[in-house]
């Protein structure tokens, strides 16, 4: 203040400063204004700070043996247990059949759900024949279809891609519904006084506006997909995630099976993000300052 | 260009009871007309528009538009709403030229120099409306006003025999608005389209329209057909001439009846004189 106006005079100069001590708390508070944005070098030393919180826990935590070791392995045993699972192959033909059943199991419900929801939020017959049995599936606990899966598709893979299938399908295809509904009216409307049949409104219109919010409710259900991935090589497998999992508990291998929880982590994360940015690039059109 | 519009009448049925939106309701309107509905909020006049677009199917009485009977929305009837209707993942060019772009899918047999005198066409509109150094942009970088402007030029893309208004600068402040006004003015000059204007802006009405409709209050009926004596070439001083106060003033008494006020007026003035004495 004062260096910037050397002629500032002894009442100004106080008020500067009151000013100044009015101001200061109410800066401090303005992080905790509610929905309002904090500034980007803040929110990066947050989330930084919350996963080396975490570390510093659990560090200190086997530090001073708070858990069996057995459970809660120190950072130096799963550092050894890192290094021997990311140079054996096993890790990646783990991933690799995983991803294969996520990707086919969610591929599967993508092409049904997409087409089937926007059947469903475009006309009511469609709503009245399929919403209602769409929910009541929706309800029934995923894993205890296990044992029907069983009897119906084997213990081979086919089931277990069912079971991501039915895990994830009638969530998407209800997600895709809402978002379907929620295309303007007057957006119909106005396209049907321009020219636009039926059919047209529903390809041009309906399917390009509801198309971001479709994109995101594939992020959220691609997350259910490795859930239920996990879900079912708990139950015949030979190889994948979820099945070595719980060959390393039957052994023990505590280090182990937090590696590979953390890999599914990354795996989630990684794959998150890419659907986000390629969200923002793919709809840069959408206008984030409308409700 | 002849719209007939007869015993046109709406009613919604519901739990509740019935609902008249619009009493039946006669008129005619001729080419190159601008007739605004003027009316209290609720009236019914945007029922009627609806009506006149066909996206709302009457309950009883029949619209003709040079003699056809009127059963559902075309591009011969534009509309342009009072929200923002813009493809928000469409440029503003693709914007305008979306009924263009569509029936070309839907007639390949049409001349490709038809189609590009009309493309012209949407080209120099959009230059008309000042909006030539935004034709690549997305609607999300354009302000209210704007964006109204490319949804009048999408609707006028098509020639329509008539084009509808539904408070298309509700939303927009009141600078904005008599900047509208006045393009809106000088377009309908140049394009000679007839225009239904829904508003219930007296100033406005009076301001655009050659012809107001005046509605009453729910249930909406016409109550007063009033010829508006302005010539084509209008100026925004016009606003300020005694002949436009005076109608004004006469339409004002139409839709705001004295007596008619809805809270204790005298009761709060006397209040207001008790305490500040």
Same mark, same amino acid.
């Given at each position: 203040?004062?260096?910037?106006?050397?002629?500032?005079?002894?009442?100004?100069a106080s008020?500067?400063?009151?000013?100044?001590?009015? %101001?200061t708390p109410?800066?401090?508070?303005?992080?905790?204004?509610?929905r309002?944005?904090i500034?980007?070098?803040?929110?990066?030393?947050?989330?930084?700070?919350?996963?080396?919180?975490?570390?510093?826990?659990?560090?200190?935590?086997?530090e001073h @043996?708070?858990?069996?070791?057995?459970?809660?392995p120190?950072p130096? &045993?799963?550092l050894?247990a890192?290094?021997g699972?990311?140079? =054996?192959e096993?890790?990646?033909?783990?991933?690799?059949?995983s991803?294969?059943? $996520?990707?086919?199991g969610?591929?599967?419900?993508?092409?049904?759900a997409? !087409?089937?929801?926007?059947?469903?939020?475009?006309?009511?017959? *469609?709503?009245?024949?399929?919403?209602?049995?769409?929910e009541?599936?929706r309800y029934? !606990? $995923? !894993?205890?279809?296990?044992?029907?899966?069983?009897v119906?598709?084997?213990?081979? @893979?086919?089931?277990k891609i069912?079971?991501?299938?039915v895990?994830?399908? *009638?969530?998407?295809?209800?997600?895709?519904?809402?978002?379907?509904?929620?295309?303007?009216?007057?957006?119909?409307?106005?396209?049907?006084?321009l020219?636009?049949?039926?059919?047209?409104?529903?390809?041009l219109?309906?399917?390009?506006?509801a198309?971001?919010?479709?994109?995101?409710?594939?992020?959220?259900?691609?997350?259910?997909?490795?859930?239920?991935?996990?879900?079912? =090589?708990?139950?015949?497998a030979?190889?994948?995630?979820g099945?070595?999992?719980?060959?390393?508990?039957?052994?023990?291998?505590? !280090?182990?099976?937090w590696?590979?929880?953390?890999?599914?982590? /990354? %795996?989630?994360?990684?794959?998150?993000?890419?659907?986000?940015?390629?969200?923002r690039?793919?709809?840069?059109? $959408?206008?984030?300052?409308?409700? | 260009?002849?719209?007939?519009?007869q015993q046109?009448a #709406?009613?919604?049925?519901?739990?509740?009871?019935?609902?008249?939106?619009?009493?039946?309701?006669?008129?005619?309107?001729? &080419?190159g007309?601008?007739?605004?509905?003027?009316?209290p909020?609720g009236?019914?006049k945007?029922?009627?528009?609806?009506?006149?677009?066909? /996206?709302?199917?009457?309950?009883?009485?029949?619209?003709?538009?040079?003699g056809?009977?009127?059963?559902?929305?075309?591009?011969?009837?534009?509309?342009?709403?009072?929200?923002?209707t813009?493809?928000?993942w469409l440029?503003?060019?693709?914007n305008?030229?979306?009924?263009?772009?569509? =029936?070309?899918?839907?007639?390949?047999s049409?001349?490709?120099?038809?189609i /590009?005198? @009309?493309?012209?066409?949407?080209?120099?509109?959009?230059?008309?409306?000042?909006?030539?150094?935004?034709?690549?942009?997305?609607?999300?970088?354009?302000?209210?006003?704007?964006?109204q402007?490319?949804?009048?030029?999408?609707?006028?893309?098509?020639?329509? #025999?008539?084009?509808?208004m539904?408070?298309?600068?509700g939303?927009?402040d009141?600078?904005?608005r008599?900047?509208?006004?006045?393009?809106?003015?000088?377009?309908?000059?140049?394009?000679?389209?007839?225009?239904?204007?829904?508003t219930?802006?007296?100033?406005?009405? /009076?301001y655009?329209?050659?012809r107001?409709? $005046?509605?009453?209050a729910?249930?909406?009926? %016409?109550i007063?057909?009033?010829a508006?004596?302005?010539?084509?070439?209008?100026?925004?001083e016009?606003?300020? #001439?005694?002949?436009? %106060?005076?109608?004004?003033? @006469?339409?004002?008494?139409?839709?705001?009846?004295?007596?008619?006020?809805?809270?204790d007026?005298?009761?709060?003035?006397?209040?207001?004189?008790?305490?500040?004495?």
């Open positions: 203040m004062q260096t910037t106006k050397p002629t500032v005079s002894p009442e100004n008020a500067a400063e009151n000013e100044h001590a009015r %101001i109410r800066t401090r508070r303005k992080w905790l204004l509610l309002q944005d500034p980007g070098w803040l929110y990066r030393s947050l989330v930084t700070c919350s996963f080396l919180s975490l570390f510093v826990i659990w560090w200190w935590a086997t @043996e708070l858990l069996n070791r057995i459970f809660l120190t130096e &045993s799963m050894t890192a290094r699972v990311f140079t =054996e096993t890790l990646w033909i783990d991933v690799g059949a991803f294969m059943r $996520v990707g086919a969610f591929a599967l419900s993508v092409v049904i997409i !087409p089937l929801g926007i059947l469903i939020g475009s006309f009511r017959v *469609f709503e009245a024949l399929l919403q209602p049995l769409a009541f599936v029934i !606990p $995923v !894993p205890a279809l296990i044992p029907i899966l069983m119906l598709f084997g213990i081979g @893979e086919f089931s069912m079971l991501i299938w895990g994830t399908f *009638f969530q998407l295809l209800l997600m895709v519904t809402a978002e379907v509904r929620r295309v303007p009216q007057d957006l119909l409307q106005v396209s049907y006084t020219g636009a049949s039926r059919l047209e409104t529903m390809r219109v309906i399917w390009r506006s198309m971001p919010g479709i994109f995101d409710a594939l992020r959220l259900a691609h997350g259910w997909a490795w859930t239920y991935v996990v879900v079912a =090589e708990l139950i015949a030979n190889e994948g995630l099945y070595r999992i719980l060959k390393f508990s039957r052994f023990l291998q505590t !280090p182990k099976i590696i590979y929880l953390l890999v599914l982590g /990354l %795996i989630g994360l990684v794959l998150d993000f890419l659907f986000r940015s390629l969200n690039r793919l709809f840069h059109w $959408v206008d984030t300052a409308k409700p | 260009m002849t719209l007939k519009v046109l #709406k009613t919604y049925h519901s739990r509740t009871g019935v609902t008249h939106a619009v009493l039946p309701t006669t008129f005619e309107a001729g &080419s007309e601008f007739i605004s509905l003027l009316g909020s009236c019914g945007s029922t009627l528009l609806q009506l006149l677009a066909g /996206l709302d199917t009457p309950t009883a009485g029949s619209i003709h538009l040079d056809a009977w009127v059963n559902g929305p075309s591009r011969e009837r534009g509309m342009v709403f009072q929200s923002y813009l493809f928000p440029t503003v060019l693709e305008a030229r979306f009924p263009l772009d569509l =029936e070309i899918h839907q007639d390949y049409r001349p490709s120099s038809e /590009l005198t @009309e493309i012209g066409r949407v080209h120099s509109l959009l230059d008309l409306v000042g909006l030539d150094a935004f034709k690549n942009s997305y609607p999300r970088e354009l302000s209210g006003g704007m964006k402007r490319v949804a009048i030029v999408r609707a006028l893309a098509n020639q329509p #025999k008539l084009l509808l539904d408070e298309p600068f939303a927009l009141a600078q904005t008599e900047e509208m006004q006045e393009l809106m003015r000088l377009l309908h000059a140049h394009q000679k389209m007839t225009v239904f204007f829904v219930h802006d007296i100033e406005e009405a /009076l655009l329209s050659t107001v409709l $005046v509605f009453s729910r249930p909406g009926t %016409i007063e057909d009033i508006v004596p302005f010539g084509a070439i209008r100026d925004p016009l606003k300020f #001439k005694p002949e436009f %106060i005076r109608l004004k003033r @006469e339409l004002t008494a139409l839709l705001h009846p004295a007596h008619e006020a809805n809270f007026r005298t009761g709060l003035l006397r209040r207001i004189i008790s305490t500040s004495s």
